[in-house]
């Protein structure tokens, strides 16, 4: 399938077939192209809690409570659930990690190249951490991109999707312990198949016209 008809034929599932699992091997498929995803300055600030059983699933349905809980039962009958989380700090710790990775997959040519990427990698974060003053804005945009690419990536192997912004935060931090990890919870995402009673599997796409939202300079 092309990715323009996965764009016009793909949408958000309200409800989803309880008894239908995922095929491990699509999971996996699904899971390389997330680790795949690009991200500014390949900066990748994020980290993916993947619920694939019923207890799992609970710990994450503890935070769709209240005005949130109408998510539930998408947690809960979904085959997959994927919490998109963010560093709440791009740290010096992180910044050696990303160059060591690199050397290990044989990036730098020499010494001035890897000091090159170092140098570039510490500026842009210096300028959102100091200038700008949003550096966990802007690691989390980054975080959006993975939800994007994965949203496509389910739609092509032909997998239901629902990302969601509506849950307790809080809840969810104390229950992962996400805090103590230096991670923000910044979206879920339910994966697995349609149940035939989800009512949005009928209704036409809407979207604001190409006229609308281009401008050709």
Not at 32 to 38: D, G, H, M, N, S
Request: aromatic residues 8%; negative net charge.
């Amino acid at each position: 399938m092309d990715l323009l008809t996965v764009s016009k034929t793909r949408y958000t599932t309200k409800a989803y077939d309880a008894t239908q699992k995922i095929p491990a091997e699509k999971i996996a498929r699904l899971l390389e192209i997330l680790r795949l995803t690009p991200s500014s300055i390949n900066i990748q600030p994020w980290h993916f809690f993947v619920a694939d059983n019923d207890a799992a699933k609970q710990r994450i349905a503890k935070a769709l409570v209240g005005k949130y809980a109408y998510n539930a039962a998408k947690v809960l009958d979904a085959s997959h659930t994927i919490l998109f989380c963010t560093k709440a700090d791009i740290d010096p710790q992180h910044l050696d990690h990303l160059l060591s990775q690199d050397e290990i997959q044989g990036r730098f040519k020499d010494a001035n190249a890897k000091q090159g990427q170092k140098d570039a990698r510490a500026g842009y974060v210096d300028y959102y951490r100091n200038e700008k003053g949003d550096i966990q804005r802007w690691a989390e945009n980054q975080t959006f991109i993975a939800l994007g690419q994965l949203l496509l990536a389910a739609g092509i192997e032909g997998i239901d999707a629902t990302p969601m912004g509506g849950f307790d935060e809080q809840i969810l931090s104390e229950e992962l312990h996400l805090k103590e990890k230096g991670l923000i919870p910044s979206v879920l995402l339910t994966l697995g198949y349609r149940s035939q009673h989800d009512f949005n599997a009928e209704l036409p796409k809407s979207r604001l016209s190409a006229e609308e939202i281009f401008t050709q300079l």
